[in-house]
Every structure is written in C-alpha cells, then in structure tokens.
C-alpha cells in the first residue's frame, strides 16, 4: 500500500532545473513503502543508473499515461459503438 504521508504544499515546494535547461516547480511529499517495494525499486534505480527519486518519479508518470491512456481508450470505445449504431441506422 502506497501511502502519502503529507500533503505539499508551498513550504514544500522548490525550483529545479531539468535536463533540458527548463525551470520545473517540483513538490516535496513522503511516501511510505513496503520494504520488499523499495527494494525493488532501489535495484531499479541502481540498475538504471539513477537515484530512487528518479526511479519513482519515472513509475509515477508512466502510471499517469497508462491511466490517462486508458481513459481515452475507453472513449474511442464508446463513441465508435455509438457511430456503429448510427451508421447500421442510415443503411437501412
């Protein structure tokens, strides 16, 4: 279970500076892990030559897309079934 521990908020958050020279607002929260998950996000990162943070900040994004993703999907779905319907209407 993930759980986050604090809430950000302005006394939380700072500017860094990305790899391609933007400035990024970045928050401060803290997340609590199972042991067995942060080990195995460690070897990730360690493997991946990367800090933790970088590692879950990657996890995180990618979790972000597949759930947008998902979303979307789940609309083209339901507006392709209902233009099927329309269409099947009109050929008649």
Avoid: F
């Amino acid at each position: 279970m993930i759980d986050s521990g604090i809430v950000p908020h302005d006394a939380c958050r700072q500017d860094a500076v990305s790899k391609n020279g933007t400035v990024v607002r970045m928050a401060e929260t803290r997340l609590r892990l199972p042991d067995e998950t942060y080990e195995q996000i460690k070897q990730i990162a360690g493997h991946d030559a990367q800090s933790i943070n970088s590692a879950m900040v990657v996890a995180i994004e990618e979790y972000i897309a597949r759930r947008r993703r998902e979303r979307y999907q789940a609309m083209g779905r339901k507006i392709a079934e209902r233009d099927r319907e329309l269409l099947e209407r009109l050929a008649r």
